[in-house]
């Protein structure tokens, strides 16, 4: 081999080892920190499939590591977000996850006009208060002032 193959055939790699410094990571969130550290850059994330088989891991793990990874505030719930998708969630309950899906489609809505139609299925205020505040507490309504200030 001469000496232009040789260097083509080396690879230069380097990892920082801070995700072995974060007390508690057990191995499948540290994984996931290794995985992402490869790609250069937030916008060239692969998706969470890719993700689980790059580290060896279920979609399910992957997902539960990025929660813990957004807790400890390592990465952001807008990139949480991003890659586990609104729906995927599952810290959320489902009357969370249906009052987001309602909150897409229907952004500036009240909270009066939003009890006045929850009557129509059984819901009552607290319960749609407490929707609000899960929602709220996971980052889901930053895109959404109104019902920000409605969670609070």
Same mark, same amino acid.
């Given at each position: 081999m001469?000496?232009?193959?040789?260097?083509?055939?080396?690879? =230069?790699?380097?990892?920082?080892?801070?995700?072995?410094?974060?007390?508690?990571?057990?191995?499948?969130?540290?994984?996931t920190?290794?995985?992402?550290?490869c790609?250069?850059?937030?916008?060239?994330? *692969?998706?969470?499939?890719?993700?689980?088989?790059?580290?060896?891991m279920?979609v399910?793990?992957?997902?539960?590591? @990025?929660?813990?990874?957004?807790?400890?505030?390592?990465?952001?719930?807008?990139?949480?977000?991003?890659l586990?998708?609104?729906?995927?969630?599952?810290? @959320?309950?489902?009357?969370?996850?249906? @009052?987001?899906?309602?909150?897409?489609? =229907? *952004?500036?809505?009240?909270?009066?006009?939003?009890?006045?139609?929850?009557?129509?299925?059984?819901?009552?205020?607290?319960?749609?208060?407490?929707?609000?505040?899960?929602l709220?507490?996971?980052?889901? @309504?930053d895109?959404? *002032?109104?019902?920000?200030?409605?969670?609070?």
């Open positions: 001469d000496n232009g193959q040789t260097k083509e055939a080396v690879r =230069h790699f380097s990892l920082s080892d801070d995700v072995f410094r974060y007390p508690g990571l057990d191995i499948y969130t540290q994984m920190v290794i995985v992402l550290k790609f250069s850059s937030e916008s060239n994330f *692969p998706e969470l499939a890719e993700i689980a088989k790059l580290g060896r279920n399910k793990q992957v997902s539960k590591a @990025l929660q813990t990874l957004v807790e400890m505030k390592i990465i952001s719930q807008k990139i949480f977000r991003r586990v998708g609104d729906f995927q969630d599952d810290r @959320l309950s489902w009357a969370a996850k249906g @009052l987001l899906a309602f909150c897409k489609e =229907h *952004p500036q809505i009240q909270l009066d006009d939003l009890i006045e139609m929850s009557s129509e299925s059984g819901e009552d205020e607290t319960s749609i208060r407490m929707a609000l505040r899960e709220y507490q996971f980052g889901y @309504l895109e959404y *002032p109104v019902w920000s200030q409605i969670a609070n």
